[in-house]
């Protein structure tokens, strides 16, 4: 830690997980209901992964093809197409396409991926590739990121989703999920991203190895990013689900701990404006009840869901409409449609 104020801080924050569920709850909704009253945020999307072939090999990952996914696969870009064509025949307005680090997919590959998709359905909102792939991507090219960013925001990518975030503490992220991006690149990335006047999400995956202190200064470095650069729109803390990988863990966060950090989040990230409960990794019930801890949103109908699903969530085919409406209806909040940028499309 730098300084003084730092150390202050962080004790601060670490002492609001010694509070009691509901005095947090109470204290996150209040800035909840202030910045959103009783609305709940969903969209209709479709997750598109073109391919599970890897050369990083995170320990908490059940999706990428090795010796417990034996299912190595890339789509071709016709196939994407189709993908999409179908997607969005069925409602589908964002497109949110993110896949693992495949030597053989390269900056050209993506970036025609993106400039044909937007030719063929300009209505859709393209959200791709995460920091992680960015600086995959990057290096593969030998270009920086920066130069990366700019040639995707011109071949059509709207905004950037928050994957590959994990834990910024150095050492869990070494133990996790070593060769990935460093944390402070994957700041960098959405910093230099949001300066082109792009927004982008944040995620942090946690319930594994990871200790309360390393969850608070993921948050608080989030929140420093946020006060620089300001582009991001949601906070997404991740469950990590456990089956079909490689990180041993030996205790499960509790249903009040995951609230707590709900909670926090909301409290400590006040200058991003919305945080996710995502349905795929909390399940549905739970990403209900978080929207009384602080959430205001819980993604959307994904269509179907390749990464979380691998692991174990009950997530694979995704959830209709009208079920997240009348869950929500059901909890006595407001659910309202949105786009991926958070403007209103419909108030049900
Ligand atoms: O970065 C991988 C996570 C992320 C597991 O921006 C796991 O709107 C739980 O970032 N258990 C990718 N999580 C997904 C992601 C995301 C999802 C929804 C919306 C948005 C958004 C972003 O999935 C990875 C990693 O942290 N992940 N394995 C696991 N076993």
Same mark, same amino acid.
């Given at each position: 830690?730098? /300084? /003084?104020?730092?150390?202050?801080?962080?004790?601060?924050?670490?002492?609001?997980?010694?509070?009691?569920?509901?005095?947090?709850?109470?204290?996150?909704?209040?800035?909840?209901?202030?910045?959103?009253?009783?609305?709940?945020?969903?969209?209709?999307? !479709?997750?598109?992964?073109?391919?599970?072939?890897?050369?990083?090999?995170?320990?908490?990952?059940?999706?990428?093809?090795?010796?417990?996914?034996?299912?190595?696969?890339?789509?071709?870009?016709?196939?994407?197409?189709?993908?999409?064509?179908?997607?969005?025949?069925?409602?589908?307005?964002?497109?949110?396409?993110?896949?693992?680090?495949?030597?053989?997919?390269?900056?050209?590959?993506?970036?025609?991926?993106?400039?044909?998709?937007?030719?063929?359905?300009?209505?859709?909102?393209?959200?791709?590739?995460?920091?992680?792939?960015?600086?995959?991507?990057?290096?593969?090219?030998?270009?920086?990121?920066?130069?990366?960013?700019?040639?995707?925001?011109?071949?059509?990518?709207?905004?950037?989703?928050?994957?590959?975030?994990?834990?910024?503490?150095?050492?869990? !992220?070494?133990?996790?999920?070593?060769?990935?991006?460093?944390?402070?690149?994957?700041?960098?990335?959405?910093?230099?991203?949001?300066?082109?006047? *792009?927004?982008?999400?944040?995620?942090?995956?946690?319930?594994?190895?990871?200790?309360?202190?390393?969850?608070?200064?993921?948050?608080? !470095?989030?929140?420093?990013?946020?006060?620089?650069?300001?582009?991001?729109?949601?906070?997404?803390?991740?469950?990590?689900? *456990?089956?079909?990988?490689?990180?041993?863990?030996?205790?499960?966060?509790?249903?009040?701990?995951?609230?707590?950090?709900?909670?926090?989040?909301?409290?400590?990230?006040?200058?991003?404006?919305?945080?996710?409960?995502?349905?795929?990794?909390?399940?549905?019930?739970?990403?209900?009840?978080?929207?009384?801890?602080?959430?205001?949103?819980?993604?959307?109908?994904?269509?179907?869901?390749?990464?979380?699903?691998?692991?174990?969530?009950?997530?694979? /085919?995704?959830?209709? *409409?009208?079920?997240?409406?009348?869950?929500?209806?059901?909890?006595?909040?407001?659910?309202?449609?949105?786009?991926?940028?958070?403007?209103?499309?419909?108030?049900?």
């Amino acid at each position: 830690m730098a /300084n /003084n104020n730092e150390f202050l801080e962080f004790n601060n924050a670490m002492k609001l997980y010694e509070l009691d569920i509901f005095t947090l709850g109470k204290m996150a909704d209040e800035i909840r209901q202030k910045k959103f009253g009783k609305k709940v945020f969903f969209n209709s999307n !479709r997750h598109i992964n073109p391919t599970n072939e890897c050369a990083d090999i995170c320990k908490f990952c059940g999706f990428s093809a090795h010796r417990k996914n034996k299912n190595p696969y890339t789509l071709s870009q016709e196939e994407i197409f189709k993908e999409a064509q179908k997607a969005i025949e069925i409602g589908a307005l964002e497109l949110h396409i993110v896949g693992a680090h495949n030597p053989k997919l390269d900056l050209k590959w993506y970036l025609e991926l993106f400039s044909n998709l937007k030719a063929k359905f300009p209505q859709i909102h393209l959200k791709a590739l995460t920091a992680a792939e960015v600086n995959y991507i990057s290096k593969l090219a030998n270009k920086s990121y920066q130069e990366v960013l700019e040639l995707m925001a011109e071949s059509g990518v709207d905004s950037m989703p928050g994957g590959g975030a994990e834990i910024f503490d150095e050492k869990i !992220r070494d133990y996790i999920c070593k060769g990935k991006v460093d944390s402070k690149t994957w700041l960098d990335i959405h910093g230099y991203w949001h300066t082109l006047g *792009k927004k982008s999400n944040a995620t942090m995956l946690f319930g594994h190895v990871e200790s309360r202190e390393h969850r608070i200064d993921h948050l608080l !470095r989030l929140q420093k990013q946020q006060e620089k650069s300001g582009g991001f729109n949601a906070f997404i803390p991740l469950v990590y689900q *456990k089956e079909n990988n490689f990180l041993k863990v030996e205790k499960f966060p509790s249903g009040q701990e995951i609230l707590k950090t709900l909670a926090i989040s909301r409290i400590i990230l006040e200058n991003i404006p919305h945080i996710k409960a995502y349905w795929a990794t909390l399940g549905m019930n739970l990403a209900i009840v978080a929207q009384e801890f602080g959430a205001d949103d819980i993604d959307g109908t994904i269509q179907k869901e390749a990464i979380q699903s691998a692991s174990g969530s009950k997530s694979a /085919n995704g959830i209709l *409409k009208e079920e997240i409406i009348s869950q929500i209806k059901d909890a006595g909040f407001i659910p309202v449609e949105r786009d991926s940028l958070y403007n209103e499309i419909q108030t049900y």
